[in-house]
């Protein structure tokens, strides 16, 4: 007993650590000597560039201005934004006619409400959603666009394309309020609940066709006034190319990466040469490629415009990288997956589309979007052959007489958008890595 | 299998749907045009005076109006057309391939450009002479002072060949600078990348009045070459030629007559001026000979305007004009002294 | 087992063996490789007899011929001489593949010192540090490298001063300019008894390093230290030395000079050069950068805590123990971006530098015609390069895994 201390001995003071804000500024900013002298020069290094900066940008930054001159006389030294302001229209929709700029704009939410649907929870068919939206929108956006005449194909497709629009409305209306999918729905409320499968399937079946036929007949009053690819431009453009070369390049990715992976040898050469050719060189080469050599290719008669070309080359391109970044994901899949799909009799394709991609896919997402990132940024890349995409719009602003020689804001701007877009995707993918992520960390 | 076939064919289709499909080479250019709907014309990345955008997204300028004129004739309404930015280096053989029906792009009319590429040059619309602009404090007064000087020029030009022979022929030793981009070209400049700039005068003149002090800045008297700049059309259609050419005279012509976009509706119901009732369609049948409608020339007065107004518009002092004097230049009417001159229309 | 079939079952499978002729794996495989081999076999044919046909319309021509034909343009940048008027096409092929090499070689070097200094800030313990690398590495990468090389050219250059005013880089010592047209450098003058001095410094690199690997075998028997640095710079600085000055100093310097209108002797790089070198070490760091912080995170965390336990100093660990380990990681991305930056040094085709593309892609193509020859001889040179530099790749993949097992 004699050993026991009676009085308890008073509790130490807690060491400075990082639950106050001052302990956390030590810890992490001036735990020693030369991490404290780094931290005083960069702080004072970031102090005069903001400074710097958010004088010439937003303290000295003139917004509203007729012309350069005018910036020039309110402020010599801040940004002139008001003529990005002025060409406001033009750096987002390009030469697009200022009439028809509703086209562009219903084209934009057509496309949200179409993909809306892949965010919200208790929506079923969500595979048939992403697949609909690459097979289907491209028709009705296309036709939105450029209007005129329609061939027969197309007028079949965008016909599916309104019926598949407002099926997937109303089937993610009833998922998400009623937990439950369209075609149940339907089934439910015909009274036809007790019928055949069969009967079930043929009953939807017509209600499709009927659908189809009626917004076909619609549609064939439907004429837009036609509208030159020359005159897309702007963010505009720049988002077509971007999107067509996405749409495209995973679909074309997977066939390449199947293709190299491919037991067969002649397949497995030729997608070998394929995406090493288009791998080992740049994309600039293969877009001068696209303008001088297309029309030599091309049999007597067709002519290819230079967008098309540009997004054949650019496509083509992305795929081949799309292939490398595909084969990886196929690399890290176990062994035991492929021949476990082959024990319960899958085929080849069985195999590859149920078991192996989507385990793949999930772990390439990253890698993925990361492609469809430098997709995005090599679309600037046109611009050097004459189109007008954002980059060229913006500098074609300092051609326009009042705004001559505003060459520092429209850059600094078209950074600032491209910035955005990108750093946005790249936070996505990883928030979307974590959220499928089923591994145990 | 099934999914490689569906996937081809539906690529395949695809492809024809955004594919025109030009017609064979025996259709005239006036029919594949009409069948088509709308003109296609080129100019360049945007040159102020000549061709630039406006922050509506709609093309404008000296060598836009050609392509109006010729929209107007066909048409009668110049909305019909579809302008194409070519570069300085594709802009022959994209004529040559087809792209376009026209070249409107402040090329200079040349020998060789005239009977080997394929393309035939039609009137002028600006007679141009290649300067050097060069900033007025650096005491240069004349061409001979650029003794071993860096200029700047864009590549791939008549511009850059007649520096060098203009260096060779005055042992000068003149080092130049090319540049893809007229941006890039006088904004190096502007930032003393090189002592001199040189250009036609007339779209250097456009330039300084965009600088920051254009009055520092000057051009010398030297000029180095004539540079008539005028369209192109593809060699072998005469009709197609012929209607282009046509319709700049035609707005020659309206600045001689004295018929402006203003009066013409007045000078077509009242004038006794036989050679404007002839222009204007009330009377004759010169129409015929294009192939066109009677009243082609006064959809282009109409809708485009003369040749005076244009310039003024464009190069003179208009609120997009460049500010290049025309009196007394080779641009002004031949009536005063200038070499702008239409054969008469009967 | 066959014994035991019934005729029933016989029968069934009999026909089921005589499809399998064409579910056989064998044949499948032969049938699907000459369909692809005759598709692609087609389209090459369609596409080259397309071809054909249009040239003969355009009255154009299929050869090399055109290479051996005076180029009428002065390429204004190269690094071999070029006489206008007299030099030809071939020699503009090569002047541009120089420059393209010219331009990756140095932008590859600064790259690599920027992308691993940033790999490692952002693996700082202070967080101001880490948080700055991080800031760097997402602006640089989420910015197209196109804009950011007319960035650099158009906007930071124009802080630089004017010709008149030209900035002394050495101090007073007016050697060194730099100035909006360009950085001007001294250029030595080799003289005829240089080589020696050369050779001076062989042997003494030589010699150094038998020295090293005495201090090494040294040490891994006594476990006793030698001064390593100290001696090693007196044998590489004092035997050359003494040679140049004994051979009579071989060497002088030609001095950049302002006559008239530009600066004369001297090298100089055009400020095209300055911004595209800028522009690609700023772009391609970042990805560096960010391949560094994962190979180094990839080594277990476990070796650096066991080298810590063994007594090793802080920075020891690192260049002893993780970095050596983590660099089987970063090796096959960073060579990867070393192709990268070759690519894309071809976007100096919009700021005017006179690389491949630019000469001969865009202007002797505009010049002389020939698209196909051209376009082809343009991307055979990447696809050669390319190949070289993943051979080098997988020498070295070979070779860490046979380290590893």
New interface residues.
Partial sequence: MAYVSTKSTPSRKPPLNESTPLGWVKV??F?TLF?SV??IF??IA?FFTLKSLLTWGIFDGVWIADSRREC?SISIDGACWAGII??F??IF??????DEIWRINLGGILLVIWMVPLWLPRVQGKVFIGFSAVALYPFLAGYLFSGGDK?I??QVMISGAIVCIAALTINAAIGYFKNDNLANFIIQRLGKNDATEKQQRNILLGILAACVVAVFIWQLSWIEK?I?W??W?GLFLTFVIAGVGIASALPGGILLALGRRS?????SI?SIGFI??F???????VL??A???F????????????L?QVIIAVCLFNACYMAETVRAGLQAIPKGQFEGAHTIGLGY?GTMGLIIMPQALKHMIPNIVGTF?GLL??T??V????L?DL?NIL??I????PW??L??ET?VF??LI??IL??AM?KYSRHLEEKLSTSHK | MKLTTLLTSVAAVAAMAFAGVASASAESTLEIVKKRGHVRCQVGPASPGYYFLDSKGEWQGLDVANCHAVAAAIFGDISKLEIQSVSTQARFTSLANGDSDLLSRTATWTMSRDTQLGIDFLTPTFYDGQGFTVPKDSGIKTGMDLKGAKVCVTSGTTTESNLNDFSRTNNLNISAVTFEDFNVRDETYLQGGCDAVTGDKSSMAGNISAFPVPGDHLILPDTLSKEPLAPAVRHGDNQWADIVRWAQFAMINAEELGITSANVDDLKANSKNPSIRRMLGVEGDLHKGLGLEKDWAYNIIKQVGNYGENYDRYMGNGPQGIGIPREGSSNALWTKGGLMYSPPMR | MATGVSGSEAVRVKPQEKFNFFQDERVRSVFFQILTVAIVGWLAWFLASNTAQNLDKRGLSFGFEFLDLVAPFDPDFKLISFTAGVDTYWRIFIIGILNTLYISFLAIIGMSFLGFSLGIMRLSNNWLISKVALAYVEIARNVPLLIQIIFWYSVIYAVLPRLKQSLDLSFGAELAFLNIRGLYVPWPVLGDLLWMTFLALAIAAIATYLFRRWVQKRQDLTGKSFPLLLPSAAILIIFPGLVFLLTGSPLSWDIPELKGFNFVGGASLPRAFIALLIALIFYHSAYLAEAVRAGILSVNKGQGEAAMAIGLRPNKVFSLVTIPQAMPAIVPPMISLWMNVVKNSSLATAIGYADLVAVYMQTSLNTAGHAIEIVGMTMGFYMITSLTISGLLNIYNKRVQLVER
């Fill in positions: 992490n900013m735990s991490s780094l931290s960069v702080l970031i020039f002025a060409w229209d033009s929709y390009g030469l697009y006619p200022r061939g194909f197309v036609s030159s020359t005159r431009g037991k067969l040898k002649a397949v030729l090493e050719i791998r080992s060189v740049p994309l600039i080469t001068f490629m303008t001088t050599m029309p030599l290719f091309m049999p007597e008669g067709i002519v290819l415009n230079k098309v394709w990132i940024k090599d600037t890349l611009s050097i052959i004459g007008f980059l500098r074609t300092s051609r326009d007489k001559l020689g060459h520092q850059l078209g950074a491209f910035f990108c750093f790249s």
